[in-house]
């Protein structure tokens, strides 16, 4: 049965509902993520919203401070599940790398089979052009893709993102161009919701003192629950609201976390700024780009690619283990044999050989057994193409019986010269290693 895409996916998320939801690797960080906020606005629904129900007689107000605590929430949650349940942008996967980059490097050689060949490379790093400013994109290894500017591979979650801001663990997932902008919501409307909950206890505590208790100690003692939600939303407000500081910074100036921290020193111009309310425009209003990812697709079958056209017109040599190079190594010999039949001299035949193992040769033969008419034709047959070749780079030659035999009759006039045997390919030498 064929795979859904998110059944096959390579990365590390994790996903709900038969691929309709994405997470990350670290999705339960979400609960401990839920329980701190849930758990902070229960215990002001219970003991502080409560009593407040009726400290505003006029239109039964005390009602909306408790209908807004619930609200707020609510609202900060679905914020929470759309940053962490959505696919943040990532690029999808390519199945080999870009074979159009190819290129065969012959400065570097490598050694294959006892010959030299062009090292393939392609190149790590490429420029493309942003509103006229050069941006360097580099390669990933693991997802065999140049990455689009901006965009950077997530270690804990293994996919290369759009727009990559950084990992937040506390949401579980990557932060990047299709969930930035719920993330900043998210993270502006927690600290809203506890700017709202830390007021509303001080207002508690105030109509405490203004009753029966007049003083602050008794007021706290009288109400534990508003001192511990007012210290909670105090500590809580250093972290989500100089989070939501900081990233205002990031909006206007069109920047990720990930490249201020990376690039602060560099003082570089960014290729992204297009003014403060450009950018604000831009990430809070602009449309976000459909997902690249089809999760519930079927996976399609790989349509085998043709091999580069550029490949055989830029290598310059192949294998010695190839066909090819065989059979040109038999034409060599083929050739060198028919020489050496029509030769007289075996000095001529030792230079011409480059002096390999002729002694041989003059052993088994002698001069008047290799003369042949030199306006006869000689056959060559070719046969035994495998051995020939080994044979002329190990440099031993023999000959087999049946030339010797041949070649015996010829020299004692049995048979006529118009028939005397030749040194034919089928009596090719006999490959000793």
């Given at each position: 049965?064929?795979?859904?895409?998110?059944?096959?996916?390579?990365?590390?998320?994790?996903?709900?509902?038969?691929?309709?939801?994405?997470?990350?690797?670290?999705?339960?960080?979400?609960?401990?993520?839920?329980?701190?906020?849930?758990?902070?606005?229960?215990?002001?629904?219970?003991?502080?919203?409560?009593?407040?129900?009726?400290?505003?007689?006029?239109?039964?107000?005390?009602?909306?401070?408790?209908?807004?605590?619930?609200?707020?929430?609510?609202?900060?949650?679905?914020?929470?599940?759309?940053?962490?349940?959505?696919?943040?942008?990532?690029?999808?996967?390519?199945?080999?790398?870009?074979?159009?980059?190819?290129?065969?490097?012959?400065?570097?050689?490598?050694?294959?089979?006892?010959?030299?060949?062009?090292?393939?490379?392609?190149?790590?790093?490429?420029?493309?052009?942003?509103?006229?400013?050069?941006?360097?994109?580099?390669?990933?290894?693991?997802?065999?893709?140049?990455?689009?500017?901006?965009?950077?591979?997530?270690?804990?979650?293994?996919?290369?993102?759009?727009?990559?801001?950084?990992?937040?663990?506390?949401?579980?997932?990557?932060?990047?161009?299709?969930?930035?902008?719920?993330?900043?919501?998210?993270?502006?409307?927690?600290?809203?919701?506890?700017?709202?909950?830390?007021?509303?206890?001080?207002?508690?505590?105030?109509?405490?003192?203004?009753?029966?208790?007049?003083?602050?100690?008794?007021?706290?003692?009288?109400?534990?629950?508003?001192?511990?939600?007012?210290?909670?939303?105090?500590?809580?407000?250093?972290?989500?609201?100089?989070?939501?500081?900081?990233?205002?910074?990031?909006?206007?100036?069109?920047?990720?976390?990930?490249?201020?921290?990376?690039?602060?020193?560099?003082?570089?111009?960014?290729?992204?700024?297009?003014?403060?309310?450009?950018?604000?425009?831009?990430?809070?209003?602009?449309?976000?780009?459909?997902?690249?990812?089809?999760?519930?697709?079927?996976?399609?079958?790989?349509?085998?690619?043709?091999?580069?056209?550029?490949?055989?017109?830029?290598?310059?040599?192949?294998?010695?283990?190839?066909?090819?190079?065989?059979?040109?190594?038999?034409?060599?010999?083929?050739?060198?044999?028919?020489?050496?039949?029509?030769?007289?001299?075996?000095?001529?035949?030792?230079?011409?050989?480059?002096?390999?193992?002729?002694?041989?040769?003059?052993?088994?033969?002698?001069?008047?057994?290799?003369?042949?008419?030199?306006?006869?034709?000689?056959?060559?047959?070719?046969?035994?193409?495998?051995?020939?070749?080994?044979?002329?780079?190990?440099?031993?030659?023999?000959?087999?019986?049946?030339?010797?035999?041949?070649?015996s009759l010829a020299a004692e006039g049995d048979i006529p010269s118009s028939q005397k045997p030749v040194l034919a390919k089928h009596a090719?030498?006999?490959?000793?290693?």
């Open positions: 049965m064929a795979k859904r895409v998110y059944q096959a996916w390579k990365g590390n998320n994790r996903f709900l509902f038969c691929g309709r939801l994405i997470f990350g690797p670290d999705a339960r960080s979400l609960l401990v993520t839920v329980a701190l906020i849930v758990v902070p606005v229960v215990i002001f629904c219970v003991f502080v919203a409560r009593n407040l129900l009726h400290e505003f007689p006029a239109y039964d107000a005390g009602y909306a401070v408790l209908v807004v605590a619930i609200a707020f929430t609510i609202h900060v949650l679905l914020l929470l599940l759309m940053t962490s349940a959505r696919d943040p942008g990532i690029v999808p996967r390519a199945s080999h790398p870009p074979e159009e980059e190819f290129s065969y490097d012959t400065s570097t050689r490598s050694e294959i089979g006892g010959r030299h060949t062009p090292s393939l490379t392609f190149p790590r790093i490429k420029e493309v052009m942003v509103n006229g400013i050069p941006v360097k994109v580099k390669y990933c290894d693991t997802c065999m893709i140049y990455r689009p500017p901006r965009c950077s591979h997530c270690s804990i979650c293994n996919n290369c993102v759009e727009r990559f801001d950084h990992h937040c663990p506390w949401v579980g997932q990557c932060i990047g161009q299709r969930n930035y902008r719920y993330f900043f919501l998210f993270v502006s409307s927690s600290t809203l919701l506890c700017i709202y909950v830390f007021a509303m206890c001080a207002l508690y505590i105030k109509f405490l003192m203004d009753e029966d208790y007049p003083t602050v100690w008794k007021a706290m003692k009288h109400s534990p629950a508003s001192v511990v939600l007012m210290i909670y939303c105090f500590v809580s407000l250093w972290f989500v609201g100089g989070l939501t500081g900081f990233h205002l910074y990031l909006i206007g100036t069109n920047q990720t976390t990930y490249e201020n921290f990376r690039y602060r020193a560099d003082n570089r111009v960014s290729a992204f700024d297009r003014g403060c309310l450009s950018n604000f425009i831009e990430v809070l209003c602009a449309e976000i780009k459909p997902s690249r990812n089809k999760f519930r697709a079927y996976v399609q079958d790989e349509i085998p690619r043709p091999p580069p056209v550029g490949r055989t017109r830029d290598m310059e040599e192949e294998p010695a283990s190839s066909p090819r190079v065989k059979v040109e190594d038999d034409l060599d010999i083929g050739g060198d044999l028919l020489k050496i039949s029509r030769r007289r001299n075996y000095e001529e035949v030792d230079e011409e050989m480059g002096g390999r193992n002729s002694n041989g040769l003059h052993q088994a033969l002698s001069e008047s057994e290799l003369m042949v008419d030199s306006e006869t034709d000689i056959p060559v047959i070719r046969t035994e193409t495998k051995n020939s070749s080994r044979g002329r780079r190990s440099g031993s030659w023999d000959l087999s019986p049946e030339v010797l035999a041949a070649s090719y030498p006999v490959i000793s290693k």
